[in-house]
């Protein structure tokens, strides 16, 4: 069973930056496509960023394309979100996830494809 835990959350001002961080524990890391997240109220589940199991391949949705950046350290067991340039659009809840069953060094953005979740953490952009 993997364990996700996300920390890096916090609010700051329009422009502003913050780094998530997810560690995994438990289960085969390196072998699961690792997605970001993320949930503002009202909304649904939108993918925000993803990266394969080898990192040769990643996934942003339109709106923080050239704004994040998504990375993973296998050795660590840790993905990481950078998130340059933030807007207030950006507020939400951010969730870090596990693709296990994936079968190729690829990114899947649907949020049904993720069969493990942190328990999220919010992230505020406001003046």
């Known amino acids: 069973q993997v364990q996700l835990v996300e920390s890096g959350g916090g609010s700051v001002h329009p422009g502003d930056a913050l780094r998530l961080s997810c560690a995994a524990h438990?289960?085969?890391?390196?072998?699961?496509?690792m997605g970001w997240f993320r949930q503002a109220p009202g909304r649904e589940r939108e993918c925000v960023a993803a990266i394969s199991r080898g990192s040769t391949v990643t996934y942003y949705r339109d709106s923080v394309k050239g704004r994040f950046t998504i990375s993973r350290d296998n050795a660590k067991n840790t993905v990481l979100l950078q998130m340059n340039n933030l807007k207030a659009e950006d507020t939400a809840v951010y969730y870090c996830?596990?693709?296990?069953?994936?079968?190729?060094?690829?990114?899947?953005?649907?949020?049904?494809?993720?069969?493990?979740w942190g328990q999220g953490t919010q992230v505020t952009v406001s003046s």
């Open positions: 438990g289960g085969t890391f390196s072998a699961y496509a």
């Open positions: 996830a596990a693709d296990s069953r994936v079968w190729a060094d690829i990114t899947r953005s649907n949020p049904n494809n993720y069969d493990h």
